[in-house]
């Protein structure tokens, strides 16, 4: 059993689509041994988001002050951080010990927080999908208490790439399509030689390999010593496609880029995932197929 954390429960962005999720999410944390707090914004919707801007935008800073949560875990991802950017207090956050963890949407939250205050923050389960799934999976809850409570966490899997690899460097990523979105922002960090991960939901190949070449003519495909690419699922091919596949974007890319690029890192829209420190950092060795990933300086 992993030390006692306090978690808060919150939506910032889209709305709980299945409450009962939530309950299961509270009860299965309080009965590892965990306390929880559920935000208001977790039980109410307004059009497709759970609140207007400004009650979302005081979650955020309800979270950050009230003194009795050690980790925020975003209730889902959907839409709605992007419109809360310029008005979130970073500096403010970065005074607190709070510590921030979703995936999706979040991503602009995560990136944001990176660049503007140093902040390091959990791409990793949510409330409703992961905690709260009706049969969670073990895989991702190891992962997430053993990063959690300890000050590093290595992970063994197996990467499709570059046969033999070793670098290190911040690691930083998440949603493909929020790290586009974000670049030529202030809400993009500035990150060379770092570990790049990336996924995806619902995005035919065509627009992930749009998206990676945003990436790649603002030149951060190039500055990076590795990428690590997750999962990308729910899209459709159709009979246009005739071969062109994800598989063919990522052959592309390895072509058009020296750095090193690996496929199959358990993390994404998928029920078995990491929990990856963004602004922390990452040492991975590859050899032949099996990756070894040190995840470290993510306490604060």
């Given at each position: 059993?992993?030390?006692?954390?306090?978690?808060?429960?919150?939506?910032?962005?889209?709305?709980?689509?299945?409450?009962?999720?939530?309950?299961?999410?509270?009860?299965?944390?309080?009965?590892?041994?965990?306390?929880?707090?559920?935000?208001?914004?977790?039980?109410?919707?307004?059009?497709?988001?759970?609140?207007?801007?400004?009650?979302?935008?005081?979650?955020?800073?309800?979270?950050?002050?009230?003194?009795?949560?050690?980790?925020?875990?975003?209730?889902?991802?959907?839409?709605?951080?992007?419109?809360?950017?310029?008005?979130?207090?970073?500096?403010?956050?970065?005074?607190?010990?709070?510590?921030?963890?979703?995936?999706?949407?979040?991503?602009?939250?995560?990136?944001?927080?990176?660049?503007?205050?140093?902040?390091?923050?959990?791409?990793?389960?949510?409330?409703?999908?992961?905690?709260?799934?009706?049969?969670?999976?073990?895989?991702?809850?190891?992962?997430c208490f053993?990063?959690?409570?300890?000050?590093?966490?290595?992970?063994?899997?197996?990467?499709e790439g570059?046969?033999?690899?070793?670098?290190?460097?911040?690691?930083?990523?998440?949603?493909?399509?929020?790290?586009?979105?974000?670049?030529?922002?202030?809400?993009?960090?500035?990150?060379?030689?770092?570990?790049?991960?990336?996924?995806?939901?619902?995005?035919?190949?065509?627009?992930?390999?749009?998206?990676?070449?945003?990436?790649?003519?603002?030149?951060?495909?190039?500055?990076?010593?590795?990428?690590?690419?997750?999962?990308?699922?729910?899209?459709?091919?159709?009979?246009?496609?005739?071969?062109?596949?994800?598989?063919?974007?990522?052959?592309?890319?390895?072509?058009?880029?020296?750095?090193?690029?690996?496929?199959g890192l358990?993390?994404?829209?998928?029920?078995?995932?990491?929990?990856?420190?963004?602004?922390?950092?990452?040492?991975?060795?590859?050899?032949?197929?099996?990756?070894?990933?040190?995840?470290?300086?993510?306490?604060?």
């Open positions: 059993m992993s030390a006692s954390i306090r978690f808060g429960l919150v939506a910032p962005a889209g709305f709980t689509t299945d409450p009962a999720s939530v309950d299961r999410a509270k009860q299965r944390l309080q009965g590892m041994g965990h306390s929880v707090i559920v935000d208001p914004t977790v039980d109410s919707r307004w059009t497709r988001f759970s609140a207007p801007d400004d009650e979302r935008l005081a979650a955020i800073a309800r979270m950050t002050e009230r003194g009795d949560v050690d980790v925020a875990v975003m209730a889902r991802g959907g839409y709605g951080f992007s419109r809360l950017l310029d008005r979130i207090d970073f500096a403010a956050l970065a005074r607190r010990r709070v510590r921030w963890m979703g995936h999706s949407d979040f991503t602009a939250f995560q990136l944001a927080a990176l660049a503007r205050a140093g902040i390091v923050t959990f791409g990793g389960p949510m409330a409703c999908y992961d905690f709260g799934a009706e049969q969670p999976s073990a895989f991702t809850l190891d992962h053993g990063l959690l409570g300890n000050p590093a966490w290595e992970v063994e899997c197996a990467l570059a046969s033999q690899v070793s670098a290190s460097g911040v690691l930083w990523g998440g949603n493909l399509a929020l790290v586009a979105h974000l670049v030529g922002t202030p809400y993009l960090p500035d990150v060379s030689g770092g570990v790049l991960f990336l996924e995806d939901v619902a995005e035919h190949p065509y627009r992930i390999e749009r998206m990676l070449y945003q990436l790649y003519y603002a030149g951060i495909l190039q500055r990076q010593r590795a990428i690590l690419l997750g999962a990308f699922t729910e899209y459709q091919l159709t009979a246009n496609d005739d071969g062109y596949d994800l598989a063919a974007v990522v052959a592309h890319f390895r072509e058009r880029v020296t750095t090193p690029i690996f496929t358990p993390f994404g829209h998928v029920r078995d995932k990491l929990t990856l420190p963004v602004g922390g950092r990452c040492a991975i060795s590859v050899r032949e197929g099996a990756a070894r990933l040190v995840l470290s300086d993510y306490r604060r």
